[in-house]
């Protein structure tokens, strides 16, 4: 089992930056798919970015392609989401999620999630 645990969130202005956080418990990070979702008050979650196991596949929605770059560590047991030119449409709960399969888009296929962090984006 893992435990995901994120940080990072806050208040920014329109055209700033956050790095996100998600530190995982265990020895089987490298085991996982790591992705990042998000969810708006009154809308559905919906998928960011993905990573491959060892890092080298990476996949984006694209309302944030260009503009966030997910990465991971695996000897630390933490995958990140660098979120540049941040818009108030940004604005969400964000969590990782980890997944025994590939890095996918779609929520169901991940069997772990975190309780979130709060980006707030003022215009």
């Given amino acids: 089992q893992v435990q995901l645990v994120e940080s990072g969130g806050g208040l920014v202005q329109a055209g700033g930056s956050l790095r996100l956080s998600c530190a995982a418990s265990g020895r089987t990070f490298s085991s996982y798919a790591m992705g990042w979702f998000r969810q708006a008050p009154g809308k559905e979650r ?36 660098q979120m ?14 980890a997944s025994i399969g590939y890095p996918s888009g779609r929520s169901g296929n991940y069997n772990y999630w975190g309780q979130g962090t709060q980006v707030t984006v003022s215009s």
């Fill in 46 to 81: 919906e998928f960011v970015a993905a990573i491959s196991r060892s890092g080298g596949s990476t996949n984006y929605a694209d309302s944030v392609k260009g503009r966030f770059i997910i990465s991971r560590d695996n000897a630390k047991n933490t995958v990140y989401l």
């Fill in 84 to 97: 540049n030119s941040l818009k108030p449409e940004d604005t969400a709960a964000y969590y990782c999620a």
